[in-house]
T-cell receptor, first 110, second 114 residues
Framework: QQPVQSPQAVILREGEDAVINCSSS?????VHWYRQKHGEAPVFLMI?????EQKGHEKISASFNEKKQQSSLYLTASQLSYSGTYFC???????????FGSGTRLLVRP | GAVVSQHPSWVICKSGTSVKIECRSL??????MFWYRQFPKQSLMLMAT?????????EQGVEKDKFLINHASLTLSTLTVTSAHPEDSSFYIC??????????FGPGTRLTVT
């Protein structure tokens, strides 16, 4: 089942922070985060594992909520290059497949 | 590291013809690759999982006879869209799986069927 992302879109000023959420109907043991710029392929940002371990981008962090049915991606001190559509990916019916969320459009303005 | 290439980057073909798209992992070996399609302003929809040396696994609703997948080596997977029709026009993206199950995406292929 496709995870639900919120918000659908957000506009920031450069330097501001943002939080993007990814919700699932079942407990997650991992969440992947990707960013896609218009006309380009998605780029891997990070993986959040069930124990809270994170692998990926230095300036981006993520967490699970208490029930591990929601993951939040934290973008701090946003830069213009952060603009794009963010997708979360959660494991499908097998651990190696990902089901991607609906996406969150982020626009960072000067 | 973890570079994935796709060829061609865009293709226009006539209805009824077949188109082959190549996906290569350039600096690592990928036993598992994935094929997605993406319509404008929509999410990535998984079409199939490609495993080196075995048959691809297709997602529900994806016609395996129409979208032929071959994973001939640890660095190459191909998607052939057979008898393409205008409704097959889309952005096709492949990805190769890394060691921690992360996915590295190719630059995508924009297919337009006239």
């Amino acid at each position: 089942q496709q995870p639900v992302q919120s918000p659908q879109a957000v506009i920031l000023r450069e330097g501001e922070d943002a939080v993007i959420n990814c919700s699932s109907s079942k407990a997650l043991y991992s969440v992947h985060w990707y960013r896609q710029k218009h006309g380009e392929a998605p780029v891997f940002l990070m993986i959040l594992l069930k124990g809270g371990e994170q692998k990926g981008h230095e300036k981006i962090s993520a967490s699970f909520n208490e029930k591990k049915q929601q993951s939040s991606l934290y973008l701090t001190a946003s830069q213009l290059s952060y603009s794009g559509t963010y997708f979360c990916g959660t494991p499908g019916d097998s651990s190696y497949k990902l089901i991607f969320g609906s996406g969150t459009r982020l626009l960072v303005r000067p | 590291g973890a570079v994935v290439s796709q060829h061609p980057s865009w293709v226009i073909c006539k209805s009824g013809t077949s188109v082959k798209i190549e996906c290569r992992s350039l600096d690592f070996q990928a036993t598992t690759m994935f094929w997605y399609r993406q319509f404008p302003k929509q999410s990535l929809m998984l079409m199939a999982t490609s495993n080196e040396g075995s048959k691809a696994t297709y997602e529900q609703g994806v016609e395996k006879d129409k979208f032929l997948i071959n994973h001939a080596s640890l660095t190459l997977s191909t998607l052939t869209v057979t008898s393409a029709h205008p409704e097959d026009s889309s952005f096709y993206i492949c990805s190769a799986q890394g060691g921690a199950y992360e996915q590295y995406f190719g630059p995508g292929t924009r297919l337009t069927v006239t």
